[in-house]
């Protein structure tokens, strides 16, 4: 069965520095790939995806992720963190085999920001 | 303004009294879902909807009723809740089941079950 695991329950960074969110996914076959953004008392909102194509894609906010079908990864980085960056961020895939009606997300990552 | 809405957004209930909770799609959506979502644990996926009258199990579909009546509604039904169906549950549409198609949320609905 697909899974998807996002390493660190809790990531923080301070203001100006390089955020990195890793994302594995366990696929024989590429999944389609996305990255949410929750933030406090609101629904997730997409970042970006990944389905066919150029394997780096941007996103919004200055995001941007790479997928790496050798390492089975979908990391998201952005250059330089912001305050506002701070939320709680999501890896999702869904499988192509399966006609993509089911998502399985990771479990979250929650982004901190120091000033 | 494109948008999912669910209702109600917090809700407090007792053990085995049925309820409902409604999510709605302005967007002539083909596809809707529902997650909860715990600490810990992400979004887990209990029904989703390929189009009218068209629905399937989630990872977590047990404990829950689901209906497509009509292409923007999508309505979850606890029969009969128990305390470990506490939890944070959000609805989300995609124009295509097909899975390359982002989804898009509702605010949530954070229910509790004493």
């Known amino acids: 069965a697909q899974s998807v695991t996002q390493l660190g329950s809790h990531v923080s960074v301070s203001e100006g520095a390089l955020v990195l969110l890793r994302c594995n996914y366990s696929?024989?076959?590429?999944?389609?790939l996305f990255w949410y953004v929750q933030y406090p008392n609101q629904g997730l909102q997409l970042l970006l995806k990944y389905t066919t194509g150029a394997t780096l894609v941007k996103g919004i906010n200055g995001f941007e992720a790479e997928f790496k079908k050798s390492e089975t990864s979908f990391h998201l980085t952005k250059p330089s963190a912001h305050m506002s960056d701070a939320a709680e961020y999501f890896c999702?895939?869904?499988?192509?085999?399966?006609?993509?009606?089911?998502?399985?997300f990771g479990a979250g990552t929650r982004l901190f920001v120091k000033a | 303004e494109a948008q999912v809405t669910q209702n109600p957004r917090y809700l407090i209930t007792v053990t085995g009294k049925k309820l409902t909770v409604t999510c709605s799609q302005n967007?002539?959506?083909?596809?809707m879902s529902w997650y909860r979502q715990d600490p810990g644990l992400g979004l887990r996926q209990i029904y989703y909807?390929?189009?009218?009258?068209?629905?399937d199990k989630g990872d977590v579909p047990e404990g829950y009723k689901v209906s497509r009546k009509e292409k923007r509604n999508f309505p979850l039904i606890l029969e009969s809740p128990s305390p470990n169906q506490t939890s944070l549950y959000f609805c989300?549409?995609?124009?295509?089941?097909?899975?390359?198609?982002?989804?898009?949320f509702g605010p949530g609905t954070r229910l509790t079950v004493t």
């Open positions: 989300a549409s995609s124009s295509s089941g097909q899975g390359e198609y982002e989804q898009y």
């Open positions: 999702a895939v869904s499988d192509p085999d399966t006609g993509g009606f089911k998502t399985i």
């Open positions: 696929s024989s076959v590429p999944p389609y």
């Open positions: 909807s390929m189009n009218v009258e068209v629905t």
């Open positions: 967007m002539n959506h083909e596809y």
